[in-house]
């Protein structure tokens, strides 16, 4: 059975930084896309950042580009989301997603997650 973990997840200020972890068991993800998405409340969940195999490749939304850094350790099955310069509108929670993606894409859409983590709540107060 595979179970994603997600953590690091709080409260902070317009302008912090956090820094996610999603360490994943039960699925070997070495060769496979992972990703992070987000869901605001009345919001859908939105696609925020991947990763190719052995960090081969990473891609973001343009809201977040420039400011989140994505990275996996393979040996620890664990995907990190690094959020900097923190906006009220990144306000969400946030969760891992993995996927059966090989090769080059540019972005993941919800239907390509084959497994959600439960997800860690994120809030950036003004």
């Known amino acids: 059975q595979v179970q994603l973990v997600e953590s690091g997840g709080g409260l902070v200020q317009s302008g912090g930084s956090l820094r996610l972890s999603c360490a994943v068991s039960?699925?070997?993800?070495?060769?496979?896309?992972m990703g992070w998405f987000r869901q605001a409340p009345g919001k859908e969940r939105e696609f925020v950042a991947g990763?190719?195999?052995?960090?081969?490749?990473?891609y973001y939304a343009s809201s977040v580009k420039g400011r989140f850094t994505i990275s996996r350790d393979d040996a620890k099955n664990t995907v990190f989301l690094v959020m900097n310069s923190l906006k009220p509108e990144d306000t969400a929670v946030y969760y891992c997603?993995?996927?059966?993606?090989?090769?080059?894409?540019?972005?993941?859409?919800?239907?390509?997650?084959?497994?959600w983590g439960q997800g860690t709540q994120v809030t950036v107060s003004s």
């Open positions: 997603a993995t996927t059966s993606i090989v090769g080059w894409v540019t972005s993941i859409s919800a239907r390509e997650v084959n497994d």
């Open positions: 039960g699925r070997t993800f070495s060769p496979y896309h």
């Open positions: 990763i190719g195999a052995s960090g081969g490749s990473t």
